[in-house]
């Protein structure tokens, strides 16, 4: 079984323009979430996402949005970019049968220059 | 305002010898707390978890134990090996959250020498 995939694996974007990250999670799983993980620091919760509903949201400013569409598949908008949005951005599938079974994908890795 | 900490960025330790890792959180509302291990290039991915109801949680080599006075848990792995070497995060939920958001500390580089 494949595991969750994130496209694109690296990015880089200049101050001012918008991204956009996407996850596909593990086949079956219906909830995916999203962290950005800040160098030094552990990753930060972003949203989460269960059949295609908003289920929580981390204490990020509006520039940064999601959706999941209908296979379960998410995206993660990011507007107005900052040099402070350079990171890891991480997306977990599943989670919804308790929190060990949250699974992490490899992450994008974005750079804003 | 970090709600979990982990305060050794690194750790050093021999091969076959102990390794102990060490979290510290300050919200009473946790009642699940996990530990993850990630290496370069690749997502975070769970190793072992507990409950607050528990106080220690053993899988093979590696034992987690919870001290909910003190809000602090740690992680031993016995023996260590060089493939052991990875940086660990610790993190922490509260169950009656339904996002299931995991709160983590900034990590613990392991390094285990041969």
């Known amino acids: 079984d494949a595991g969750v995939t994130q496209s694109p694996t690296h990015l880089i974007k200049t101050r001012g323009q918008q991204v956009t990250l996407r996850c596909s999670p593990i086949?079956?799983?219906?909830?995916v979430s999203w962290y950005q993980q800040v160098l030094g620091q552990g990753p930060q919760f972003i949203f989460q996402?269960?059949?295609?509903?908003?289920?929580g949201r981390g204490n990020f400013p509006d520039r940064f949005s999601a959706r999941q569409f209908p296979n379960y598949s998410s995206e993660l908008n990011v507007n107005a970019l900052l040099l402070g949005d350079s990171a890891l951005y991480l997306c977990?599938?599943?989670?919804?049968?308790?929190?060990?079974?949250?699974?992490f994908g490899p992450g994008t890795r974005l750079t804003v220059l | 305002d970090q709600q979990v900490k982990q305060n050794s960025p690194s750790l050093s330790v021999q091969e076959g010898r102990i390794s102990i890792l060490n979290c510290d959180y300050t919200?009473?509302?946790?009642?699940?707390f996990l530990w993850y291990k990630k290496y370069p290039a690749e997502g975070p991915t769970f190793l072992i978890s507990?409950?607050?109801?528990?106080d220690k949680n053993e899988d093979g080599r590696f034992t987690v134990f919870l001290n909910k006075s003190a809000k602090h848990l740690s992680l031993h792995i016995v023996p260590s090996q060089p493939g052991d070497s990875a940086v660990y995060f610790c993190?922490?939920?509260?169950?009656?959250?339904?996002?299931?958001?995991?709160?983590f500390g900034s990590g613990t580089r392991l390094l285990v020498r041969p």
């Open positions: 977990a599938s599943g989670g919804w049968e308790g929190p060990d079974t949250q699974y």
């Open positions: 507990i409950s607050s109801i528990k």
């Open positions: 086949s079956g799983h219906k909830s």
């Open positions: 996402y269960y059949e295609k509903e908003e289920r």
């Open positions: 993190a922490a939920i509260n169950l009656m959250d339904s996002s299931y958001k995991l709160i």
């Open positions: 919200n009473s509302m946790f009642d699940y």
